[in-house]
């Protein structure tokens, strides 16, 4: 199957700092990526959809100005948590899609906020 | 709007059984995929077997085949023959085919598979 990767695998922060997130489809081009949030014992919850050469589309409730998408190549997608703060900390995981068919999942990136 | 329900948060199975995991949904969309995932302890998203909803046969992966039942907007995973790296969580998930590939998942079930 086609691999996502995601980097860091896990980052520690101060509060007040911002935090960059990278997602790579490293051997498909994906036009369209996603980013979730997972705590713990929980499901994922999807934050955006991140488009190539336009503006994430975000869900409800997700503060566009305190996660950052960006999405600049076909084969890179970006989340910067701005500001980061204690209750930002959680599992963000990215997915690349290849059609309907399959969604590949990056490894996850456990961020810890103090 | 599309929603996944998965009633069963935790379940467990002796080491060579079968158990069934459950999993319905709810959409107005004609064609779609439907999905399960496994997450293990390292949070790894893999795929385990996918549904196309214009697709009477149920899926089949080795070990692990699918109930699929369209009318009832019903999706059950069994998984046979249950082996000790089946143990991780379990997620449906639901694709339309139109719009932008969007996954919608459910809560999730625990499975543990006992020796």
């Known amino acids: 199957g086609a691999v996502v990767s995601q980097h860091p695998s896990w980052v520690i922060c101060k509060s007040g700092t911002s935090v960059k997130i990278e997602c790579r489809s490293l051997?498909?081009?994906?036009?369209?990526m996603f980013w979730y949030r997972q705590f713990p014992k929980q499901s994922l919850m999807l934050m955006a959809t991140s488009n190539e050469g336009s503006k994430a589309t975000y869900e409800q409730g997700v503060e566009k100005d305190k996660f950052l998408i960006n999405h600049a190549s076909l084969t890179l997608s970006t989340l910067t948590v701005t500001s980061a703060h204690p209750e930002d900390s959680s599992f963000y995981i990215c997915?690349?899609?290849?059609?309907?068919?399959?969604?590949?999942f990056g490894q996850g990136t456990r961020l810890t906020v103090v | 709007a599309q929603t996944v329900t998965q009633s069963q948060p935790e379940m467990s199975v002796q080491e060579a059984e079968t158990v069934t995991l459950s999993c319905t949904y709810d959409?107005?969309?004609?064609?779609?995929?439907l999905f399960w995932y496994k997450q293990p302890p390292s949070r790894q998203m893999i795929l385990v077997i996918r549904q196309e909803a214009y697709k009477q046969q149920n899926a089949t992966e080795n070990r692990f085949s699918v109930n699929f039942q369209k009318a009832a907007k019903s999706f059950s995973l069994k998984i046979s023959d249950s082996q000790l790296g089946d143990t991780a969580m379990y997620f449906c998930?639901?694709?339309?085919?139109?719009?932008?590939?969007?996954?919608?998942f459910g809560t999730g079930t625990r499975l543990k598979v006992l020796a």
């Open positions: 051997d498909f081009q994906a036009t369209t």
């Open positions: 998930a639901f694709s339309a085919t139109s719009g932008t590939y969007k996954y919608i």
């Open positions: 959409t107005s969309e004609n064609n779609y995929y």
């Open positions: 997915s690349a899609s290849r059609g309907y068919t399959e969604a590949f």
